[in-house]
């Protein structure tokens, strides 16, 4: 499968929404999408010949998405409202995940881990505000979108499980360096973490067997970190987040076609897209019995949240999805 990122919004200051989103395209049908798509964009407006999402109205994305529909693409969105939370708040979580990473070691284990987790906690501390509220974000995308998408295709197209192609936005070809590092040695420990905490779990009837070379046995260190070992199953994320991840600086379909979606969830959170253009959007998104947009926030669980003006636009979200399981599944 080949997998596009972009993200909209500044992720800091005050009142402001972001979000970042991944739009899946199965391999199968890439050469395919590069037709449809190309066709259509003829008559999309662009800004310095690139079809830029900020400005494209609800009928062009209506009919953008319905393209993608027929090619069997999958589209994932995360979204951060800093109304939710304060500086402190994030500062706190960010505390809480320093400490966490190393509160298991202890002279038992070989020096050079130590080492390696201090240094991963080094960075980590040494991560700005603002890139950590995106890292977080990040890591809740990626880890859905494998989650899903995983799921999804494994009844459908249980090829597409064998590969995974994640191109990144890169906005300023002279950061890529700095992207690159941020995304190894931040986000990925971070997404593995998670795994660990919340499993991947597969369903029965599903193919799998594309996944057979990545199950992996956590070692002693990594186990302290997981709830039921002998119940989930784990995955190498190395070979599916970094055997082929790049981060282009140059206007790519795909990249394009991300930055569509998720610039129109942006809007439609602000209250500058009406219903008529992000209603079509869900029939990308897998129903899982919550609203499909992912909102995460800092604050403590038991602070009250300001009432969000976008409570319209998450109850749309609740329904009109892609079943995760086929119609038939269970019966007979």
């Known amino acids: 499968m080949r997998i596009f990122i972009d993200e909209s919004g500044t992720f800091s200051g005050k009142g402001n929404i972001s979000a970042v989103g991944a739009l899946i395209i199965p391999d199968q049908n890439f050469e395919g999408f590069q037709k449809l798509y190309g066709r259509l ?33 999958l589209f994932e969105v995360v979204a951060v409202d800093s109304a939710c939370h304060s500086d402190g708040d994030v500062e706190n979580h960010k505390a809480g995940q320093e400490e966490e990473i190393t509160k298991h070691l202890t002279e038992q284990h070989h020096k050079n881990m130590i080492e390696q987790i201090w240094n991963l906690r080094a960075q980590l501390e040494a991560t700005p505000l603002q890139l ?19 799921l999804y295709y494994s009844f459908r197209i249980a090829r597409e499980l064998g590969e995974y192609h994640w191109v990144f936005d890169a906005k300023d070809r002279n950061k890529i ?11 990925l420990p971070m997404i593995e973490s998670k795994s660990f905490r919340e499993p991947f779990i597969s369903a029965e009837g ?20 997981v709830k ?7 995955f190498d994320l190395k070979p599916i987040l970094q055997k ?21 969830i942006r809007r439609s959170l602000v209250g500058n897209f009406s219903r008529e253009g992000w209603l ?31 409570r319209k636009v998450l109850s749309d979200f609740s329904a009109g999805g892609r079943n995760m399981l086929p119609p038939n599944y269970g019966k007979g």
Not at 48 to 69: C, I, M, P, T, Y
Not at 228 to 234: C, I, Q
């Open 132 to 150: 950590y509220v995106q890292a977080c974000a990040m890591v809740e995308l990626v880890y859905n979108t494998i989650y899903h998408a995983n």
């Open 280 to 310: 079509p959007i869900r029939g990308l998104m897998v129903h899982m019995g919550r609203h499909y947009i992912r909102l995460i926030s800092f604050a403590p669980e038991d602070r009250k949240l300001p009432l969000a003006t976008y």
């Open 41 to 73: 964009r003829n008559k999309l407006p662009k800004e310095n010949g690139e079809v830029k999402g900020r400005l494209l109205d609800e009928s062009h994305v209506a009919e953008f998405v319905s393209v993608l529909r027929k090619l069997g693409c």
């Open 244 to 264: 082929d991840f790049r981060f282009s600086w140059d206007p790519e379909y795909g990249l394009e076609a991300v930055d569509i979606l998720v610039n129109a």
């Open 177 to 187: 360096t700095e992207w690159e590092k941020w995304w190894s040695l931040v986000v």
């Open 206 to 225: 599903g193919d799998y067997r594309w996944h057979d070379e990545l199950r992996i046995e956590p070692g002693e260190y990594k186990k302290q970190f």
């Open 228 to 234: 039921d070992s002998e119940k989930s199953e784990f």
